[in-house]
């Protein structure tokens, strides 16, 4: 019996091999593309963690590294859909500066890749793939939704013709303390595109900080991918251990990052690989635009509130993980 391969687009912001980039993003793509469950269609970038010529960049150099020639990647949005994105290395730096310690590197362009993306913009190949495979294709967003927006936007038909969106982002049951104290960094970066996609109809997985802060690459696991002595498990260990630095002087006082780094993207790739990594609860959710302190806050509904937000439940809620079951998939995958 043949293996049904679940189509999948990943819309991110990835900057592997960007000196003080996280490193989440390219395991997440790593994850995807050695995965036997999925067939990337696509590969779209955003701007975010990196510009979003970084991020092609980035996403084709891995191509290179992986040996991967069939996966198209096309450049998306440069900047939030108010065009006021913040830069983020300016707040590390802000962060740094006020603990006294040593800002981080100069980000710098990766290597120019031999590769190139494919001259359609991410917001038409994401549309013209789910047009294509109406209701075949899980769109795996793991950047701000600045893309996913826009694609909404131009072609409506596509809320209807999307099997699932899940989304890396935000937190419903506890405060993510990241980019501020109540906001994640990709619902922060684009919350206007967030509310749009949130109120589009299309069935959506939620996969924030509640789970995603209880998945980490510790360096037990380090060890054991150095242990393999592959090229791409070389490479992993090599971007991960000043990542890991890096988050450890960027967040002093939380002692998690004393032992590794959260794997959040990767986790959104594992759930649609297999579904019952996770627990989920259905929720309204929506996210706060205007608010001064609170800009970019994602707001859950329970059930629970006394005057509850206007709105019937829109999204599947990760609100737990098995742990051990996701990193035998993310290490066995790797090391394949």
């Not at 991967?68 to 802000?94: F, T």
């Not at 949130?198 to 924030?208: C, D, K, W």
């Not at 990594?277 to 970019?296: A, F, Q, S, W």
């Not at 709105?311 to 995958?333: A, Y």
């Given at each position: 019996?043949?293996?049904?391969?679940?189509?999948?687009?990943?819309d991110?912001d990835?900057?592997?091999?960007i000196?003080s980039?996280?490193?989440?993003?390219?395991?997440?793509l790593?994850?995807?593309?050695?995965?036997?469950?999925?067939e990337?269609?696509?590969?779209?970038?955003?701007?975010?963690?990196?510009?979003?010529?970084?991020?092609?960049?980035?996403?084709?150099?891995?191509l290179?590294?992986l040996?991967?020639?069939?996966?198209?990647?096309?450049?998306?949005?440069?900047?939030s859909?108010?065009?006021?994105?913040?830069p983020?290395?300016?707040?590390?730096?802000?962060?740094?500066?006020?603990?006294?310690?040593?800002?981080?590197?100069v980000v710098?362009?990766?290597?120019?890749?031999?590769?190139?993306?494919?001259?359609?913009?991410?917001?038409?190949?994401?549309?013209?793939?789910?047009m294509q495979?109406?209701?075949?294709?899980?769109?795996i967003?793991i950047g701000?939704?600045t893309?996913i927006?826009?694609a909404?936007?131009?072609?409506?038909q596509?809320?209807?013709?999307i099997?699932?969106?899940?989304?890396?982002?935000?937190?419903?049951t506890v405060?993510?303390?990241?980019?501020t104290?109540?906001?994640?960094?990709?619902?922060y970066?684009?919350?206007?595109?967030?509310k749009?996609?949130?109120h589009?109809?299309i069935?959506?997985?939620?996969?924030?900080?509640?789970?995603?802060?209880k998945?980490?690459?510790?360096?037990?696991?380090?060890n054991?991918?150095?242990s393999?002595?592959?090229?791409?498990?070389?490479?992993?260990?090599?971007?991960?251990k000043?990542?890991?630095?890096?988050?450890?002087?960027?967040?002093?006082?939380?002692?998690?990052?004393?032992y590794?780094?959260?794997?959040h993207?990767p986790?959104?790739v594992?759930i649609?690989?297999?579904?019952?990594l996770v627990?989920?609860e259905r929720?309204?959710?929506d996210i706060?635009?205007?608010?001064?302190?609170?800009r970019g806050?994602?707001?859950?509904?329970?059930g629970?509130a006394?005057?509850?937000?206007?709105?019937?439940?829109n999204?599947?809620?990760?609100i737990?993980?098995?742990?051990?079951r996701?990193m035998e998939?993310l290490?066995?995958?790797?090391?394949?």
């Amino acid at each position: 019996m043949s293996l049904i391969r679940q189509k999948v687009i990943i819309d991110t912001d990835v900057g592997i091999g960007i000196p003080s980039s996280d490193i989440d993003d390219g395991l997440a793509l790593i994850l995807a593309l050695k995965s036997p469950e999925l067939e990337v269609e696509a590969i779209t970038t955003v701007s975010g963690n990196v510009s979003v010529g970084a991020a092609t960049n980035s996403a084709l150099n891995l191509l290179e590294l992986l040996g991967i020639e069939y996966v198209p990647v096309a450049m998306g949005a440069s900047k939030s859909l108010l065009g006021d994105i913040k830069p983020i290395r300016e707040a590390y730096s802000r962060t740094l500066i006020k603990n006294n310690l040593r800002t981080p590197q100069v980000v710098s362009q990766p290597k120019p890749s031999k590769s190139k993306s494919v001259p359609d913009h991410a917001i038409d190949l994401i549309i013209s793939k789910v047009m294509q495979y109406p209701n075949k294709i899980t769109l795996i967003a793991i950047g701000p939704l600045t893309n996913i927006a826009m694609a909404i936007r131009k072609e409506p038909q596509i809320n209807r013709s999307i099997k699932e969106l899940i989304i890396m982002g935000g937190a419903a049951t506890v405060l993510p303390h990241c980019i501020t104290p109540v906001a994640e960094f990709n619902m922060y970066i684009d919350p206007e595109a967030a509310k749009i996609v949130f109120h589009s109809g299309i069935p959506i997985t939620l996969v924030g900080f509640d789970v995603t802060m209880k998945v980490f690459l510790t360096k037990e696991y380090l060890n054991m991918l150095k242990s393999y002595n592959s090229l791409l498990g070389n490479y992993i260990v090599e971007q991960a251990k000043p990542w890991i630095t890096f988050l450890q002087r960027l967040f002093p006082l939380r002692p998690e990052f004393r032992y590794g780094c959260p794997l959040h993207d990767p986790l959104a790739v594992a759930i649609a690989i297999d579904h019952e990594l996770v627990k989920r609860e259905r929720m309204y959710v929506d996210i706060e635009t205007k608010g001064e302190l609170t800009r970019g806050q994602v707001v859950a509904d329970r059930g629970w509130a006394i005057f509850p937000p206007v709105g019937l439940p829109n999204v599947d809620v990760c609100i737990d993980v098995n742990t051990k079951r996701f990193m035998e998939m993310l290490i066995s995958r790797i090391t394949s």
